[in-house]
Structures are given as C-alpha cells and as structure tokens.
C-alpha cells in the first residue's frame, strides 16, 4: 500500500482500492492507520467535497 502511494501521489482510498485489488473499507483502514503511524499525511487540497486522498509524509 505504500508503494502504491509513494508511485501514486494524492491517490484516494478508492482508487488505491482497485490498484490492489482490496476492499475499499480495508484499504481505508490501512490507509487510516498509517497515517496515525506518521508514515501518510491527508492531502487537504482541493474542495471540500472531494474524496480525500493521501501521500507519503515528509
């Protein structure tokens, strides 16, 4: 999953979702998770009635 951030910049749950071939509950989890952990960050750009999206922190 962190690859596929890493490669994907701004990447949302759902799109990560489909990449891996997960379910997009369990990929937002993960998602959720490793942002706590300090390793994503939430992308806060854009409307705030896009979906959100992450990137790797740093």
């Known amino acids: 999953m962190l690859a ?4 994907h910049p ?3 749950p759902r799109q ?3 990449s891996l071939g997960a ?3 369990v990929v937002a989890r ?5 942002t706590d952990d300090g ?14 999206s ?3 922190a740093g």
């Not at 596929?4 to 490669?7: D, S």
């Not at 993960?30 to 490793?34: N, P, T």
């Open 4 to 7: 596929h951030v890493a490669a």
């Open 10 to 12: 701004g990447a949302t």
């Open 16 to 18: 990560t979702a489909r």
């Open 23 to 25: 379910a997009e509950k």
């Open 30 to 34: 993960s998602l959720s998770r490793l």
């Open 39 to 52: 390793l994503l960050e939430r992308c806060e750009e854009g409307p705030a009635s896009e979906p959100r």
């Open 54 to 56: 992450y990137r790797l």
